[in-house]
Nanobody
Framework: VQLQASGGGLVQAGGSLRLSCVAS????????MAWFRQAPGKEREFVAA????????WYGDSAKGRFTIARDTAKNTMYLQMNNLKPEDTAVYYC????????????????WGQGTLVTVSS
């Protein structure tokens, strides 16, 4: 399984970006996929996840009200629409695929993409 994240870039505070994560390889038996992010010197933190069985989204506190996670199963792609971006959103964003048992826990995800850098200027 390979996960390819893209869509990062430099944006001003208040702006928007849409991240994409394309899955290739074994694309069946997907239970959950998620976005995590890691800022310099900080732990990797949960941003958002989507449960494949019922399309239900889950959001970390930093994402609630501003970010939207979505999927396109026909394209094996997951998205993260990020609006009203803030400088504290600056981080490398990673997509991941997991078992779906704990949507917010890093340990529950066993496939990871390479990350895409989001930089928000003030």
């Amino acid at each position: 399984v390979q996960l390819q994240a893209s869509g990062g870039g430099l944006v001003q505070a208040g702006g928007s970006l849409r991240l994409s994560c394309v899955a290739s390889g074994l694309t069946s038996n997907v239970y959950a996929m998620a976005w995590f992010r890691q800022a310099p010197g900080k732990e990797r933190e949960f941003v958002a996840a989507i449960r494949w069985s019922d399309d239900s989204p889950w959001y970390g506190d930093s994402a609630k009200g501003r970010f939207t996670i979505a999927r396109d199963t026909a394209k094996n792609t997951m998205y993260l629409q990020m609006n009203n971006l803030k400088p504290e959103d600056t981080a490398v964003y990673y997509c991941a695929r997991g078992s779906g048992l704990s949507l917010t826990s890093r340990s529950d995800y066993y496939y990871w993409g390479q990350g895409t850098l989001v930089t928000v200027s003030s």
